[in-house]
């Protein structure tokens, strides 16, 4: 199973934009590449996935290089609700479903 | 509909007290997953469900976690004998699919935080 790496933490002011990048040396040629997003006492909630070059929706983008072996998402002008605690994975559910977390990048969005 | 549904929302349990932890996925839901999280850390993988097959409980810390989903839809995460170190978010994501190559995303409950005393 891949292996991610992120940043522990970040800051970033209203109105700026931020982008988190995660590592992913070993990823395999069927893995997606998955963001969710988790606030304090909720659960991890999906922002975006995918596979290869860029992915846009109406919360964030994710640029994806063609080797592979990372991935930057990207949120436009960050309010303090953007505060929360940011997790890259990579995987593919026929290793059984177990996809990993890693330890995340929690960010803190300031006035 | 609703999402994942999570019960109790908190539970405290005296060291050695067996607990029960509910998990209701979205309806129709083929896949369901079990995580533990600690304070600080990502969740961690416990057990995963197809159906009402546990194809993967490798997660499991110690044979004192039991999980079970006998219909294929609620599913119950036992933990018997709890210790401090069990102390911990649980929590619950369910998927629609199923099948052997499925990425779409998980769908996570809150949670349930678990204070053994």
């Known amino acids: 199973l891949a292996k991610t790496t992120q940043p522990i933490s970040m800051d970033s002011y209203e109105g700026q934009e931020v982008n988190i990048t995660c590592s992913h040396n070993?990823?395999?040629?069927?893995?997606?590449i998955t963001w969710y997003q988790q606030f304090p006492s909720q659960g991890p909630r999906f922002i975006i996935q995918?596979?290869?070059t860029k992915v846009t929706n109406e919360v964030a983008s994710l640029f994806i290089p063609a080797d592979r072996k990372s991935s930057t998402l990207s949120l436009p002008r960050v309010s303090l609700s953007d505060t929360a605690v940011y997790y890259c994975?990579?995987?593919?559910?026929?290793?059984?479903?177990?996809?990993?977390f890693g330890q995340g990048t929690e960010l803190s969005v300031k006035p | 509909g609703a999402g994942v549904s999570q019960s109790p929302r908190y539970k405290v349990a005296k060291r050695g007290q067996d607990v029960a932890l509910r998990c209701d996925p979205i309806?129709?839901?083929?896949?369901l997953f079990w995580y533990q999280q600690a304070l600080g850390q990502g969740p961690e993988f416990l057990t995963y469900?197809?159906?009402?097959?546990?194809?993967?409980k490798s997660g499991l810390p110690s044979d004192r976690f039991f999980a079970e989903r006998p219909e294929g839809s609620v599913s119950t995460l036992k933990i018997q004998r709890t210790q401090q170190e069990d102390s911990a978010v649980y929590l619950c994501?369910?998927?629609?699919?199923?099948?052997?190559?499925?990425?779409?995303?998980?769908?996570f409950g809150n949670g349930t935080r678990l204070t053994v005393t």
């Open positions: 994975l990579v995987g593919q559910t026929n290793q059984g479903g177990k996809l990993i």
């Open positions: 070993n990823i395999a040629t069927n893995d997606y």
């Open positions: 995918g596979y290869k």
């Open positions: 994501a369910s998927r629609p699919g199923g099948g052997v190559v499925d990425n779409s995303p998980l769908h």
């Open positions: 309806s129709g839901h083929v896949s």
């Open positions: 469900f197809q159906n009402e097959a546990q194809l993967d």
